[in-house]
């Protein structure tokens, strides 16, 4: 819980540069990752398209708000917003 409080506001997908990362309790799935000299800790990989994830045409990450700006359909909302400053600014 200790650890959990303390990265509760730092983006642990980016961290890890993958498109999404899910930190949960109780016993691992069937088929996770695990380290013998590592207690407690299991890893599952997952396709980000089999999650729902799509593919932002910008930044490549795999998210589930791509397309929500109907002026940038292919980005994620990050991008959108991005690309929006970048053309108030003059340079799109």
Known sequence: AALEAA????????MAITSDL???????QQGAF?????????????KAEDRGLV???RSWRYTADVGQDPAFPDVSARDAAVLHELNALGRL
């Open 55 to 57: 593919k932002c045409a």
């Open 34 to 46: 695990t380290l013998e000299d590592v207690k407690g800790i299991a890893v599952v990989i997952e």
């Open 7 to 14: 990265i509760s506001d730092v983006d642990m997908a980016e």
């Open 22 to 28: 899910v930190i949960a309790h109780g016993e691992a």
